[in-house]
């Protein structure tokens, strides 16, 4: 089992190495994972996630169950969820296209669901956000 490599890299780099290093399929850059605050309606709680670009999807083979793998990054404002964040926040009742608000100020549409990672993964996570939120200074 390969383990995964953590540490801190300049952020341009994945997206150089990936053009520039012949062989390299997929390059992402993400950060540590880490407990956010939701709200949906009176539902308020913890989950952990990270900010990813959206080669994570390539990289960690995840299993997109609702909305579409090509376009679930394409926006600022999208969060994809793990199948047990979505149930958490939502319930039985569908979470594509909802939305939620973090940290009681930003507000972020789910634009697809994931199917969870096996509990023995590295990266077990109920969230992710694109990675170029945290070039823009969000205000909610």
Known sequence: M???????????LAQNI?????GI????RMTWISPMLFSVGDNNLFQNGLYADATVADVL?????????K???????NIILSESGAKK??????????????????????SAITKDLP???????????P???LSLAKTG
């Open 25 to 28: 399929k997929h390059a992402v």
């Open 119 to 129: 509990k023995n993964s590295s990266y077990n996570f109920q969230w992710l956000i």
């Open 2 to 12: 390969v383990q995964p490599l953590c540490s801190n890299q300049p952020r341009p």
């Open 71 to 77: 376009t679930a990054f394409d926006k600022v404002d």
């Open 89 to 110: 926040l939502f319930g039985s009742q569908p979470a594509l296209g909802k939305t939620v608000k973090t940290n009681n100020k930003d507000l972020y549409i789910v």
């Open 18 to 22: 990936a053009k520039e290093i012949p």
């Open 61 to 69: 083979s995840l299993e997109f169950t609702e909305g579409d793998r």
């Open 131 to 133: 990675f170029k939120n």
